[in-house]
Structures are given as C-alpha cells and as structure tokens.
C-alpha cells in the first residue's frame, strides 16, 4: 500500500472508516481525494487496522511535503532612470534605448 486511497481501501472504504470510527464521512472522503491524513488522525486508522488484523502503520501513511517558500515580494526588476525601460540582465545595464541621454547607462 503506497497511496492514501488504497490505505483506506484496505480498511473497507470511506464509508466503513467513518461508521467505525465516527469520523465524518466527508472528512474520510477528503482524505482519498487529497492523498493525505492529518498526522493527528493517522493513530485512529492504525488501530482500526489492528482491530481489522491489517498490517497498516503509521509509516505506512505518506508524508505532505513542505510547501516551497515563496518570496512575498518578487526581486524587482531594473529599469533606466529616464525612460523607464527594463535594463537588460548582466553585470553593467545598459539602457536599451541608444539615444538614452543617461551616460552611464548608454549602449557601448
């Protein structure tokens, strides 16, 4: 058994999982749908299992992967001071506009 539905398949289904545990039909049901059982209800399931004669554990149950941080603020992105162009990536800008009257920031 690697995924939450046959997990819950094994032990009769959601319908069965929610009349022996009384745990809401819906929530059980989420479960299968989402692939993940809240840490704190996976003990439930597993003594279900052994009443079942089932060899489910806790280890059995897949882990939620952390989300991937996202930056709250996206890294801005450089711009002539004139004419408000994006300057191109790399270690010297240049301003894209060849008659860009900024000295530093003309093409070479």
């Known amino acids: 058994m690697e995924t939450v539905p046959d997990i819950l398949n094994e032990l009769g289904g959601v319908t069965a999982i929610s009349n022996e545990t009384g745990i809401p039909l819906t929530t059980v049901h989420s479960w299968k749908r989402t692939g993940f059982v809240p840490p704190w209800r996976v003990p439930t399931l597993v003594l279900l299992a052994q009443r079942l ?5 806790e280890a059995s149950f897949p882990q939620r992967k952390p989300p991937v941080p996202v930056d709250e603020e996206p890294t801005p992105v450089p711009v002539c001071e004139l004419c408000d162009e994006p300057l191109p990536d790399g270690a010297v800008p240049v301003c894209p506009e060849a008659d860009c009257p900024v ?6």
Not at 53 to 57: A, F, Q, R
Not at 103 to 108: G, L, R, S
């Open 53 to 57: 004669g089932k060899s489910i554990t």
């Open 103 to 108: 000295p530093a920031k003309k093409a070479a």
